[in-house]
């Protein structure tokens, strides 16, 4: 019988994100190249689409495992299930997202299965039956190569950047549910207090940043109104959310957050080599900065090297008119 | 209640990397070395619930010789005693966490902090794998924390929010910017950490689980198109991110 990899999506309020289209496209894909049953797991309580989302993505069994008191995240509950289904099946690969929970879980499920564990994988690939990972190291400034000796193996993927595959051939999924009687809550998730509305930076599609350049807290308006035209998120640099004009969960870099969006504006910002290392797996990156020898415009794919000021409304507007 | 911080140092981020010769670790010459940036938040926070609980605060470090300027830091910084594990050129999680976990241990500590992750192999995964392995209960990424008697509640950081956590002791906590305001060391700290002791002993040796294949330098990318210095830039820049990006 064939070995298995198992896909571990999560569900935020019962609803699948892109991470996890994501972790079940190349769970399959890998599958498909070593020759493997993609399963996937998600643990939860209701949850919409779940059959029909695996179904598109070519994995044609999921396990569901249901419980009220499951749909915040347990760390010590969703270990035990993890682990525990892991072991019954054999998996050989795991593959989940590197989101806060993923990243949360992976390395715990690792320890229980005895497996090797990479983060934060940006590629993975099949050279001779073995899964060998692309990962930045140092902030960016390295790639390590790498692979896991041992019988389990579990991968994090960079969110946004694995692509998702809709499978050639359709088969229906097949759902099974598992009631979960008395989950391990001995670590538990009481409340989730959501940030205003806003659109966080680790999950958006397009990004709008600002940095120094724009002289005070107040201009940062600017910066929300293009985000705002283009459905994007605002973003910060390290000197700002320092200097307390804006909060930590905007901060991207370093020891902010790490994003990979489509399309990241950075307004403002010279491009510190900490700041750096946060987004320049981006797709595309703008850079508008009055300083054209700032260090942003060496990664970025176009540039107006000019007076933000007055560039950034006049973008605002130009989007604001196709959209 | 006896607390552990465990600290590592890393390569200081504005440091260029160089590709040692054996193209799987960096060339160490020439880089300086901090604390890791995540773990001064660690220190501070065990010192806070020391103040509050009473007991010691314990510094474990894994690494080479030099880490023992990382450790003298958090003793200067309020920290009452030192354990460095010898161990050169350790990357891989498990063996961290194992060595880690072994201390942690032997110290009898019930409450441990440390850097959600180290700015150098950016694992992210150490101290989750430290608890799992001593059985205890680890909530990672926190920026609030809060303990009364036995029972824990801590704040996480989300996409798009936090996490409240509830949990009990014994536990490792991961620390992460937001938590506190790291605490200078005072002079007076500086001389007192002098006369602290570091005991010294070689790091349980580990198998590793994860294989470093090589390391290398991402190949700069070209730089892009500088469109123009004004607002006269801007609709061709719209006109390339529809047409040729295809991203708005």
Avoid at chain 1, 55 to 78: C, D, F, M, Q
Avoid at chain 1, 89 to 107: H, K, M, Q, V
Avoid at chain 1, 150 to 161: D, L, M, Q
Avoid at chain 2, 238 to 248: F, G, H, P, T
């Amino acid at each position: 019988m064939a070995k298995i990899i198992l896909a571990a999506i999560e569900q935020r309020e019962g609803k699948l994100k892109r991470n996890a289209f994501e972790v079940m496209s190349t769970a399959k894909r890998l599958a498909d190249e070593l020759g493997l049953q993609p399963i996937a797991i998600c643990i939860g309580n209701n949850i919409d689409g779940l059959g029909e989302a695996a179904t598109t993505y070519g994995i044609t069994k999921v396990i569901h495992y249901r419980s009220s008191e499951l749909e915040n995240y347990s760390p010590s509950a969703y270990t035990d299930i993890i682990s525990a289904y892991g072991k019954e099946i054999e998996a050989e690969y795991l593959i989940f997202s590197n989101t806060s929970l993923g990243r949360d879980l992976a390395p715990r499920t690792a320890v229980r299965l005895s497996a090797g564990c990479l983060i934060d994988c940006i590629y993975l690939r099949n050279t001779n039956g073995e899964v060998i990972a692309l990962r930045p190291v140092f902030a960016g400034k390295a790639i390590m190569e790498a692979k896991i000796n041992g019988e389990v193996k579990v991968f994090t993927i960079r969110p946004n950047v694995f692509k998702t595959e809709t499978a050639g051939d359709k088969v229906k999924a097949d759902v099974e549910i598992r009631e979960i009687g008395n989950p391990n809550l001995g670590t538990k998730v009481i409340a989730v207090k959501k940030s205003e509305g806003k659109l966080d930076v680790a999950e958006a599609d397009i990004i709008v940043s600002g940095g120094r350049g724009l002289k005070g807290p107040e201009n940062f308006k600017l910066i929300e109104e293009l985000a705002e035209v283009l459905g994007g998120a605002v973003g910060a640099s390290r000197a700002v959310v320092d200097a307390g004009w804006r909060n930590h969960g905007e901060q991207v870099g370093q020891t902010g957050k790490t994003v990979s969006p489509k399309l990241y504006i950075a307004c403002g910002i010279s491009g510190a080599i900490q700041h750096l290392a946060g987004m320049s797996t981006s797709r595309y990156i703008v850079a508008i900065n009055k300083d054209k020898d700032a260090p942003i415009f060496n990664i970025a794919d176009y540039g107006i090297a000019g007076d933000l000021f007055e560039i950034i409304p006049a973008l605002t507007e130009e989007i604001r008119k196709i959209k | 209640m006896k607390i552990a911080v465990c600290v590592s140092n890393v390569p200081d981020t504005a440091t260029k990397i160089k590709i040692g010769a054996d193209g799987k670790s960096i060339e160490s010459a020439g880089v300086t070395y901090i604390i890791n940036p995540y773990d001064e938040y660690a220190i501070e926070e065990a010192l806070k619930t020391k103040e509050k609980t009473g007991g010691e605060v314990v510094v474990i470090s894994l690494g080479a010789d030099a880490s023992k300027e990382t450790i003298r830091k958090a003793l200067a910084m309020g920290a009452d005693q030192g354990v460095l594990l010898k161990k050169d050129g350790c990357y891989d999680s498990f063996s961290v966490a194992q060595a880690l976990a072994e201390e942690i241990k032997a110290q009898n500590c019930e409450l441990v902090f440390m850097g959600k992750q180290s700015v150098d192999y950016d694992n992210c995964i150490t101290g989750q794998l430290t608890a799992e392995i001593l059985g205890y209960n680890c909530i990672s990424v926190v920026v609030n924390f809060k303990l009364e008697g036995n029972k824990i509640t801590a704040e996480r950081e989300i996409e798009g929010g936090r996490e409240v956590v509830e949990t009990e002791l014994p536990a490792i906590i991961t620390t992460q910017k937001g938590l506190n305001e790291p605490r200078y060391a005072s002079l007076k700290g500086i001389m007192a950490s002098k006369k602290k002791v570091i005991e010294e002993k070689p790091a349980k040796d580990m198998s590793d689980l994860t294989e470093i294949i090589r390391l290398t330098i991402p190949s700069a990318k070209q730089p892009g198109r500088i469109i123009g210095t004004d607002a006269s830039a801007v609709s061709e820049l719209v006109r390339l991110l529809r047409e040729e990006a295809k991203v708005i």
